[in-house]
C-alpha cells in the first residue's frame, strides 16, 4: 500500500475509533435546567436563598454560604452572566473546591473568582473587575499578583450595578484564567486542588446569574493530592436564617446570625439546644468556638456518642477561646474516631452498633459558645 495512503488511514481510523477530544467549537451545555436546581447541593444554604425561573438564577445574599455542584470538574470552559441588584454587592465563584465548608468560615476551600460590584471599591488588596485567589487553604501562583497569593485583573473591565457582567472562566491541569467581558485579564497556575466542585456564593449581595453553561475538557492524571475532598453525605443542620429544624426549653439565649449560630448564656446557664431530625448511626460535623475560658459544650452525636469539650483527650487539641474548632464524630467499619482539628482521637460507643437506637444531635454548651458548620451524615 501507498506510504501517504496508509498515513490517511491511520488518521481517519484513529479519528472513528480514538479518544474523544473535545473541539473548541462545540457548546457550553446549561448548568441550571430547572427551579429544582438539579445537579446542584446546598451546602449550607436553605432553599429560599436561591430561585431559578425564567432562564435567570435568583440569590438573596442571605445567609453567606454557597451551593455547589453535584459533580466535580477538573478541566472546563465556564461562562455565565452575573449583576448585582445594589450597589457594592459581594459575591464570588469558586472552583476546584471541597464537598463541604471549610472550619470557622462559611466558605470552601477553593479558587474563588471575586465577583463584586464597583462601588465595593478597588485597594492595593482587592479590586472589583475580576480577582483571583486561593482561600482556606486552597493554593495558587498568581500570573499578575502583587506580592500575595492573589492574582489582579490587567484591566478594569466589569460594568456597575444593574447592568450584566460575562464571565468566561477557563480551567486546565492547574490553570485558571478569566475574561471580563470578553477579554482575557486575570490568571493562575500551580493551583491546588485542580479537581473538585464549582459553587456560587452567596455573600450579602442580592445577585442574578444567567446562562450558566459548562464544556467539560479532556482530564489528565493528576496526583490525589491536588483532588478536593470529595461527598461524603453531609448536609446541612442550620439554616443560616433561623432556628427551623432546632427544638429548645428556652430559646431566648440562641441566636441566629447569618452563618453563625450563637448560644450567648452565662457559664452558670445551659439550654440545650437538639434537632427535630433523630439519628441512627451518623458522622456529625460541628465547628465550635468557645467564648470564654470557662465556656464548656456536651454533644450528644445521636445515639453513639458523647463528647465533652473538658476531656483532657479532647482540650489537648482545641484552639484558644476565640478561635474556631472542627469536631468530627466519625463512624468506622472497625474504629471510630473524634477528629479534633485534624486531631484523631479514638471514641467510644456510648451504646454498641448492634443495639443502636435513635436520638437527635443534642448541643448542650455552658457559656458563651458559637456554632456554624453543622453537617450530619447518616451511614
Excluded at 99 to 125: C, K, S
Excluded at 158 to 183: F, M, T
Excluded at 197 to 204: F, H, K, M, P, R
Amino acid at each position: 500500500m501507498n506510504q501517504n495512503l496508509l498515513r490517511v488511514l491511520c488518521v481517519v481510523l484513529a479519528a472513528m475509533f480514538g479518544p474523544r477530544a473535545t473541539r473548541a467549537d462545540e457548546p457550553l451545555e446549561p448548568m441550571f435546567v430547572d427551579a429544582e436546581l438539579s445537579g446542584w447541593v446546598l451546602t449550607n444554604t436553605p432553599p429560599e436563598t436561591w430561585n431559578f425561573k425564567d432562564g435567570v438564577l435568583y440569590c438573596t445574599g442571605k445567609p453567606i454560604g454557597e451551593i455547589r455542584t453535584a459533580k466535580m470538574y477538573q478541566n472546563f470552559v465556564m461562562e455565565l452572566e452575573w449583576r448585582h441588584m445594589v450597589p457594592r454587592g459581594n459575591a464570588g465563584i469558586f472552583v476546584w473546591a471541597d464537598d463541604i465548608t471549610a472550619r470557622g468560615v462559611p466558605f470552601h476551600r477553593g479558587i474563588e473568582v471575586q465577583v463584586l460590584e464597583n462601588e465595593y471599591g478597588n485597594t492595593r488588596g482587592y479590586s472589583t473587575h475580576g480577582d483571583i485567589f486561593p482561600i482556606h487553604g486552597a493554593t495558587m501562583t498568581p500570573v499578575n499578583g502583587r506580592g500575595g497569593s492573589r492574582a489582579f485583573p490587567t484591566e478594569n473591565r466589569s460594568n456597575p450595578s444593574p447592568q450584566w457582567n460575562h464571565y468566561r472562566i477557563e480551567c486546565r491541569d492547574g490553570e485558571i484564567s478569566l475574561a471580563v467581558n470578553g477579554k482575557v485579564v486575570t490568571q493562575g497556575k500551580d493551583c491546588v486542588p485542580r479537581k473538585g466542585y464549582i459553587c456560587l456564593e452567596s455573600e450579602g449581595g442580592v445577585v442574578e446569574y444567567r446562562n450558566v453553561r459548562i464544556r467539560e475538557l479532556p482530564a489528565t492524571d493528576i496526583s490525589p493530592d491536588h483532588v478536593a475532598i470529595p461527598n461524603r453525605g453531609y448536609r446541612s443542620l442550620y439554616t443560616g436564617l433561623n432556628l427551623d429544624g432546632w427544638i429548645a426549653d428556652d430559646t431566648s439565649k440562641w441566636k441566629s446570625k447569618d452563618w453563625v449560630l450563637a448560644f450567648e448564656g452565662s457559664t452558670e446557664e445551659s439550654s440545650p439546644l437538639t434537632t427535630e431530625e433523630k439519628f441512627g448511626d451518623a458522622n456529625f460535623v460541628v465547628d465550635v468556638r468557645l467564648k470564654s475560658p470557662d465556656s464548656n459544650l456536651l454533644i450528644h452525636a445521636g445515639p453513639a456518642f458523647h463528647i465533652d469539650l473538658s476531656d483532657d483527650k479532647v482540650t489537648a487539641h482545641l484552639q484558644k477561646p476565640g478561635q474556631w474548632n472542627r469536631i468530627e464524630a466519625i463512624l468506622g467499619d472497625e474504629d471510630n474516631w473524634l477528629v479534633i482539628n485534624g486531631n484523631r482521637v479514638p471514641l467510644q460507643r456510648v451504646e454498641p452498633k448492634d443495639q443502636a437506637s435513635i436520638a437527635p444531635l443534642m448541643l448542650n454548651p455552658t457559656g458563651p459558645v458559637d456554632f456554624c458548620n453543622l453537617y450530619a451524615a447518616p451511614k
